[in-house]
């Protein structure tokens, strides 16, 4: 519980990419870094489905929602996992369905804004 309380905390700080007119592209590479920085191989991350979101609190504040793909240790590919990423805050869906990415995604990946190619 702790940790969802943690989450939602630091989706209120989320990004203002709307409020601030932030370019979408530099939004979304941020989002790329954060998300495979702690991969084994992060060069070898590929994404699919991105978007920036507004989420559910409005306020402005945007997300980027979408899915990755990278070799695991074994240097085979895992599989595209949902992810969103709202300011410092990366969250990844767990193979078992379970986790933070189950709890902020509905929130945070509310309203589509740009698709993202």
């Given at each position: 519980m702790r940790t969802v309380f943690i989450g939602l905390v630091l989706a209120g700080v989320s990004m203002t990419a709307l409020a601030k007119g932030e370019n979408y592209n530099a939004l979304v590479a941020k989002a790329k870094a954060e998300v495979s920085k702690d991969f084994k191989d992060p060069e070898s991350a590929n994404f699919r489905n991105l978007?920036?979101?507004?989420?559910?609190?409005?306020?402005?504040?945007?997300?980027?929602?979408?899915?990755v793909n990278a070799k695991n240790a074994f240097g085979a590919y895992v599989g595209y996992r949902p992810f969103v990423v709202s300011g410092e805050l990366a969250a990844l869906a767990e193979p078992d369905g379970e986790g933070l990415y189950k709890t902020l995604a509905p929130s945070l990946c509310h309203e589509l804004v740009r698709s993202i190619k």
């Open positions: 978007g920036v979101y507004k989420s559910k609190t409005g306020k402005g504040r945007v997300s980027v929602c979408g899915e």
